[in-house]
């Protein structure tokens, strides 16, 4: 009967010290990294198989809802591999709610507010910071050029007026017997200004050369770097980048390979 008892007991300590020990899934991150899909998911991120990898985490969420590890891999494979910043918000929100303490919170939080940013740019189309500076600058070349015209219309207007004005003072002190018109060039008045040079037809003006056609513009993919990054840097949407480069998959792109860059 003692040894029932001895036996019972026993049995009762050794099922405590599991449940306290954290043995149940999503108990601590260092579990959550030993999960067997966990760990497939990081050798594949290290062999840059990243959609193998997105695969390999989500079956360790299927495992464990709670694993704030898969979540955070998760959030970083679709912001700087995949570009789909809408999975990679939620999954960042996943993390710090299973991971409040995490010592990361406000890097990562920053994160969620660049892929919020980002969304709101594939969304609504609204160019980047580099593609509205190169807008303002073109504009204000646009005005300059603009304002030097208007400038020289006034000066030709002056010349006009002022050759009218001599005309009018002309006639009127031209002899009435024989209606005779004095003119500048045989006996100008002291007082008098010289009549302009006619103004040259718009057909006989210098043109401006046309520009030259631009050359197409291409980027030799590095590692580590994304389609979403490589539209970012050369200012264009991720759709436009897409259109340049038929039958390019965001998700596949390998260092060495060279991408047509669409204007601007």
């Known amino acids: 009967m003692r040894c029932w008892i001895r036996f019972a007991f026993c049995a009762h300590a050794v099922l405590l010290g599991v449940v306290l020990g954290g043995c149940a899934p999503g108990q601590g991150q ?53 570009s789909d910043p809408a999975a990679a918000i939620y999954h960042y929100e996943r993390y710090l709610k299973f991971n409040p303490n995490a010592g990361n919170a406000v890097l990562i939080a920053k994160h ?17 910071t580099s593609a509205a500076q190169q807008q303002l600058e073109k504009l204000a070349g ?20 002022a050759y009218y004005a001599y005309q009018l003072a002309s006639r009127s002190n031209a002899l009435p017997q024989n209606n005779f ?30 520009p030259k056609s631009a050359k197409p513009r291409t980027h030799t993919v590095v590692a580590g770097e994304t389609a979403a990054g490589i539209a970012r840097k ?31």
């Open 112 to 128: 969620i507010d660049a892929c919020k940013q980002q969304l709101a740019a594939d969304v609504l189309g609204l160019p980047s």
């Open 181 to 210: 018109i004095a003119q500048p060039s045989t006996n100008p008045a002291p007082d008098k200004i010289s009549a302009p040079p006619a103004p040259t037809p718009d057909s006989a003006r210098s043109k401006p050369a046309p």
């Open 142 to 161: 646009q005005n300059r050029e603009l304002q030097q015209q208007v400038d020289q219309l006034q000066d030709t207007v002056k010349q006009w007026n």
């Open 30 to 82: 260092t579990d959550e990294e030993k999960e067997p899909h966990f760990v497939l998911g990081q050798s594949r991120v290290n062999a840059m198989d990243y959609p193998g990898a997105i695969e390999a985490f989500e079956q360790s969420l299927d495992a464990n809802p709670q694993s704030a590890a898969a979540h955070f891999e998760l959030g970083w494979l679709y912001e700087e591999k995949v």
């Open 234 to 264: 050369a200012g264009v949407k991720l759709s436009d980048l897409e259109a340049a480069n038929p039958g390019m998959n965001p998700a596949r792109i390998r260092a060495g390979q060279v991408l047509n860059l669409p204007p601007p």
